[in-house]
C-alpha cells in the first residue's frame, strides 16, 4: 500500500469515532430542523474530513523523520481522536449553555459556507463546460 494511503486509512481512523459520535448526536431528533439542521451535519462531515486530512499529512512528514517522529506523529492522531471524543461528551447535558450555542454555531457557519462553496464550485464547473 502507498505510504500516503496508509496514511490517510490512519487519520481517518483516528477520526471515526468522534465522527460516529458525532453523527449520532447531531441526529437524536432534538437539535435544529430544515436548513440550520442540515448545516450542522455538513459542517461536522467537513470538520471530520478536515481532521483526517490533517492527520494524514502530519504522518507522512513523520513517516519521513525516522521511527522517534513517526512515533510522535502517531501519538497526535490518537490525541485528536481522545480530543475529539471528550470535546462531544462535555458537551453533553452537563455543558454550559454558552459552549454549546458557541459549539453548534460554528458547525453550522462551517456548514453553511462549505454547502456554499460547493454549489459555486458545481456551477463553475457547469458554465466552464456549458459549450461541449
Known amino acids: 500500500m ?5 496514511n490517510q486509512g490512519i487519520g481517518c481512523l483516528a477520526v471515526f ?7 449520532a448526536g447531531l441526529t437524536d431528533g432534538i437539535g435544529p430542523q430544515g ?19 490533517l492527520l494524514a499529512f502530519l504522518l507522512d512528514r513523520g513517516s519521513r523523520g525516522g521511527t ?16 475529539a ?3 462531544l461528551s462535555w458537551l ?6 454558552a459552549a454549546k450555542v458557541f459549539f453548534t454555531s ?11 462553496l460547493c454549489v459555486l464550485s458545481i456551477a463553475y464547473a457547469a458554465l466552464r463546460d456549458g459549450g461541449r
Open 2 to 6: 502507498p505510504r500516503m494511503g496508509l
Open 17 to 23: 469515532p468522534a465522527a460516529i459520535i458525532g453523527f
Open 35 to 53: 436548513w440550520r439542521g442540515f448545516s450542522e451535519l455538513f459542517g461536522w462531515f467537513i470538520a471530520c474530513l478536515v481532521a483526517a486530512g
Open 68 to 83: 522517534p517522529v513517526y512515533a510522535l506523529t502517531l501519538a497526535a492522531a490518537a490525541a485528536v481522536g481522545v480530543l
Open 85 to 87: 471524543y471528550g470535546l
Open 92 to 97: 453533553g447535558l452537563d455543558a454550559p449553555m
Open 106 to 116: 460554528a458547525i453550522q457557519a462551517l456548514g453553511a459556507l462549505a454547502a456554499g
